[in-house]
């Protein structure tokens, strides 16, 4: 028989990983719903629908694990990954695409390694950066944002694109695609224009590209309300974006004609959500205080230099995935030092 301690005190802590798992996702609720309104339908479903994928797929493999599925499906993190990944997806992905990414994540990037708090990787970007490899002309194909386009995307137009691949009776997506603000910079600056030129376009806002910005400003909000929860801590988010603003600012103030400002850097592409919602996962990402500043500016500056100088317009997936291959390394070399054994880590 197993003795119970009676003694007192107890402590309750109020936390658990369903509950950190849905509050990740109440915090993304209001980006999700701006999404949504600027980009088109195709958001919600593709939300929808990766989520359920997300579950099928953990179910098919703890049963194939032979371990409970509905313990572990309840603690909501399945979901979590099917959303995020979802929510980076372009609004108009085809199915087969997000079932892909989704499968990918579940199955390679989480089961394969021991489920839930064994995954080096974060599985949400493992399954992105898998698409954006095979599919690169799809994943930087997005909607453009309502208020740059004449038509309206409905419901039933968002269902046909995404599972018939035509909207309008047989009007092709591209019609009512175009290129990331990421990707138009990257290529207007190829052309020998400048910064200035280049964002006077109407496709960019006054923070970053248009649209875009309202949604990191609402992943801004979601993240923060996540630090004041204490569900994330803030020493990834405030390095990953120190830093990519600090190297942002170096580079633009020695020619701003060919290096874009801090703000666009902070307000474009997946810096916000990357910085709040992926790099942040406590499973993938560094655990110790001073471990979590490096690895967060690692991101950053890492981000800094796919986006500049690499053959992708966004880093963040990227970026992520190389630094929680370092992230064992970096708290070896930064855990705190234990009382009375001396100044260094052993």
Not at 196 to 206: A, H, M, R, S, V
């Amino acid at each position: 028989m197993q003795a119970i301690d009676l003694r007192t005190p107890h402590i309750h802590l109020d936390s658990s990983v369903s509950l950190a798992m849905r509050r990740v996702l109440y915090a993304l609720v209001p980006a999700l719903i701006v999404q949504t309104w600027l980009f088109s339908w195709g958001v919600l479903i593709n939300v929808l629908f990766a989520g359920l994928a997300a579950v099928a797929f953990e179910a098919l493999m703890l049963r194939l694990r032979s371990r409970p599925v509905g313990s572990y499906l309840a603690d909501g993190s399945v979901v979590l990954t099917g959303v995020l990944l979802a929510m980076a997806l372009p609004p108009l992905s085809p199915w087969w695409m997000t079932l892909i990414g989704v499968g990918f994540a579940v199955v390679f990037g989480k089961h394969l390694y021991g489920g839930l708090g064994y995954n080096p990787f974060n599985p949400a970007m493992l399954g992105y950066v898998l698409l954006l490899i095979c599919f690169p002309l799809e994943m930087t194909s997005w909607v453009a944002p309502r208020m740059l386009l004449e038509m309206n995307i409905g419901v039933t137009d968002a269902l046909s694109a995404i599972f018939l691949g035509t909207i309008h009776g047989g009007t092709g997506i591209d019609a009512v695609t175009m290129a990331t603000p990421l990707d138009s910079l990257k290529v207007q600056l190829g052309l020998a224009r400048t910064v200035q030129e280049i964002l006077e376009k109407p496709t960019f806002g006054i923070l970053g590209g248009r649209g875009w910005e309202f949604v990191d400003l609402a992943l801004l909000g979601g993240g923060l309300w996540l630090i004041w929860k204490r569900v994330i801590g803030w020493h990834i988010p405030v390095a990953m974006l120190g830093a990519l603003a600090l190297v942002a600012m170096i580079f633009n103030l020695v020619d701003p004609g060919r290096y874009a400002t801090p703000l666009f850097h902070v307000f474009s592409g997946a810096a916000m959500l990357g910085a709040f919602f992926i790099a942040t996962d406590p499973v993938s990402a560094c655990t110790t205080p001073r471990g979590r500043l490096v690895f967060g500016a690692g991101v950053g500056i890492l981000t800094y230099i796919i986006r500049t100088w690499g053959g992708y317009p966004d880093g963040v997936a990227f970026s992520v995935l190389l630094m929680n291959m370092a992230a064992p390394t970096i708290d070896y070399y930064t855990q705190p030092r234990v009382y009375g054994h001396g100044d260094k880590a052993p």
